[in-house]
């Protein structure tokens, strides 16, 4: 019997960001972020679903309808002027976290542990859906949320601290395993080896990804913002949000895992190819 029963991808809403998030071209971020004129093509904003015998398990929470109907769901004054001109979304009714499973025929109701790849507004949304799950998050991204200027370097305090939440700071910590490399620090999260947590710094100091594997499945690495799409990553294209060293870093790791394990799909929050390129995974065998 697998563990891992069935592995899925909903998408609350689309995204439209600049061209030079998606791909930096060198020009610093508040200069490409002013003066910008371009929009790219609606993305998703993915939530991938892994249906574990342990409960299910969401990487990800999507973005909250609520941005796009509360007119005080973000920051006024400058920091509003960032996220005005960072990002353009489109949910419909049907597009909450929880509509979307039940598109799945998951309950909401049923998840038991989320992790969170970073903790910015489009990862964070469907956190008011999910106050009886244990929710997961590096701890550099926890302390990021309590800095002076955190709305302006993206993180929405008061829709992330919300009193009802179980949380759980989780460190990669240093292991021997070969089927790991190169990454020498990790996580198992049920200590079954299905489900493992790996810090991919860059995009935010504690952004992490997600490794799901078992016999007779391809490995599955879920990396959040590292990327906006597979292409960008094989060719070290990096996004224009982050810390650049580290982003090449974990590109490069991520390009090295996927080197040393051929069949790896890696799965990116916003890329439009996600969907059909875990179709395709999970295509190549039979998940009880």
Sequence with gaps: MNSIRRVSVVSTG????????????????????????RWTQPRPINVYVIEHERGLVLFDTGQDRASVTEPDYFPSGFAGHIYRRLARFEIAPHETLTRRLERLGCDIADVRVVVLSHLHQDHIGGLPELAHAKIIVHPADWSEIHRRFAAENGFLTRHIDLPELEWEFISPSPVDDPALAPFTAAHDLFGDGTLTLVHTPGHTPGSMSLLARQAGMPPLLFVGDLTYDRFRLDAEKLPGVGHRRRLLAS??????????????????????????????????????
């Excluded at 689309?14 to 004129?37: C, F, K, Q």
């Design 14 to 37: 689309t995204v439209m960001i600049r061209p030079e998030h998606a791909e930096s071209d060198g020009t610093p971020l508040m200069w490409w972020l002013n003066t910008s004129r």
């Design 251 to 288: 590109t490069r790791a991520v390009n090295e895992f996927a080197r040393r394990n051929p069949g790896s799909t890696v799965l990116a929050a916003h890329d439009p190819g996600a969907a059909a390129a875990l179709s395709a995974a999970m295509g190549q065998t039979v998940v009880s």
